[in-house]
């Protein structure tokens, strides 16, 4: 069966189900990707409901269970991984068609236009309370996998600038993602980016730490990723262009952006703590002196 059949075997039925298993239904229709990444205890918290009523939504489809039914999404998502496949072609095609100074003027043009999108009110109010909730924060935990790890990467680096207390959750022998088993406190505030394809231990940290009352600004693609909907900012961009990967341009953007929001809100003499930070890493030598 594949995900279209089950959706229409789920909208077909629906009526004929019990109040709660029509309450499963709807959230599983409404969250695809949860369904495809979490666990079915996890998904029945964030429906409120027990696992025993997805259970039971699953076999009044005809099922064995929950998991055949979460089986179905979970090939839909791997069938999506091969989107970099196919676009590959496209961009090949579009290469032949208009040459190359054509191809890199319209990518260029895409992404500057991701760009301008994050110039609406809307984008920017969001931005803003972003800012505002990391500029509050005792710690910042910054959070990342994958394509998307050279965000998180950024923004701890920039900011450690200024900022006496910068974690980058890097998973690197899992010693990062240490850090977040102690000492976590509703003062401290999470950077996530999760980008589709979504990284499942960037979905799992995240909700752990949201449930250790950790306050969550993220940085994703989409209004119903799973990052969005338990985060407590999240600032939605722009990925696709003609090329065969996602562009992080925006998204990227949008980091520097905290980035300065951050410093022209952080208290005491920011411009000596910068400049005591420069001091240190001459010091260490780890910049060429050029003249």
């Given amino acids: 069966m594949d995900l279209q059949t089950l959706n229409q075997l789920i909208k077909t039925r629906y009526d004929s189900l019990p109040k709660r298993e029509q309450q499963a239904a709807a959230f599983v229709l409404e969250h695809p990707h949860e369904v495809a ?22 076999k009044s489809l005809g099922l064995t269970g929950f ?39 319209d990518l260029a043009d895409t992404t500057v236009a991701h760009i301008q999108s994050l110039c609406t009110p ?41 900022h006496r207390d910068v974690r980058l959750v890097d998973g690197s022998g899992e010693s ?18 999760s980008i589709s394809p979504y990284a499942r231990k960037t979905i799992s940290l995240t909700k752990y730490m949201s449930q250790h009352k950790v306050k969550i600004v993220a940085i994703t693609d989409n209004a119903s990723s799973p990052v969005a909907r338990i985060s407590d900012e999240a600032i ?44 240190k890493i001459w010091a260490l030598g780890e910049w060429l002196k050029t003249t």
């Avoid at 990444?37 to 699953?58: G, H, I, K, N």
């Avoid at 722009?238 to 300065?260: C, G, V, Y």
């Fill in 236 to 279: 939605v961009v722009k990925k696709q262009t003609n090329s065969f990967f996602d562009t992080l341009t925006p998204a990227l953007l949008t980091t520097e952006i905290l980035i300065a929001l951050l410093a022209a809100n952080t208290r005491g003499d920011v411009r000596s703590k910068v400049k005591n930070t420069e001091e």
């Fill in 122 to 162: 809307q984008q920017i109010e969001s931005i803003v309370r972003a800012g505002k909730i990391l500029s509050a924060a005792r710690r910042i935990y910054c959070l990342a996998l994958r394509s998307s790890y050279p965000i998180a990467h950024h923004f701890a680096h920039v900011t450690s600038y200024f």
């Fill in 176 to 193: 990062g993602i240490m850090t977040l088993l102690h000492d976590l406190s509703n003062k401290d505030v999470l950077f996530v980016t």
């Fill in 67 to 105: 998991d055949q039914l979460r089986s179905v999404y979970i090939s839909e998502i791997r069938g999506q991984g091969h989107a970099y496949e196919s676009r590959m072609a496209g961009l090949v095609a579009m290469k032949q068609q208009v040459g190359d100074n054509s191809l890199a003027l």
């Fill in 37 to 58: 990444v979490m666990s079915m205890r996890e998904l029945a918290s964030m429906a409120e409901l027990p696992a025993s009523t997805m259970t039971r939504f699953a």
